[in-house]
């Protein structure tokens, strides 16, 4: 083989192992992969009302969300703030499918919703309108 054939072959090698890499080290794309690799402590669980009767939860939508993943404490309602910032992919499509809950909300809006107070154990997982990007809220 000529060298400069080699020296194709070597920098095509190089670019796929690169290739595969990057992508294999992207964050989970289904809600089976994310509620195995959980990130605790990814989003601070803020207090809610003077009596601290709420939690609040702020996720961004914007080409997959932020964060993925989210500790609550159980038996507490959560105020689940979602927004979008100049968002115009499936992540403005929210759902979340064991809440029977679904919004497909504009560019640059936010809406709450108001999660029940869940048993400890319980995971919510949501999900965008292609099933590509997700993020889920554990409670404990």
């Not at 969300?65 to 403005?92: E, N, Q, S, W």
């Amino acid at each position: 083989m000529k060298l400069t054939t080699l020296l194709s072959l070597a920098a095509a090698v190089v670019l796929l192992a690169g290739a595969a890499i990057f992508l294999t080290s992207r964050r989970p794309s289904s809600p089976a992969s994310v509620a195995a690799s959980p990130a605790p402590g990814s989003v601070a669980v803020k207090e809610g009302g003077p009596d601290g009767s709420a939690q609040v939860i702020n996720i961004v939508a914007k080409g997959g969300y932020t964060p993925t993943a989210a500790m609550a404490k159980a038996g507490v309602p959560v105020a689940l703030k979602i927004r979008t910032d100049g968002t115009f992919d499936c992540t403005a499509a929210v759902r979340i499918p064991s809440l029977n809950w679904s919004k497909q909300l504009g560019p640059n809006e936010e809406v709450t919703l108001q999660i029940p107070a869940q048993n400890a154990g319980t995971t919510l997982v949501g999900v965008c309108s292609m099933g590509m990007n997700n993020f889920k809220i554990t409670f404990e």
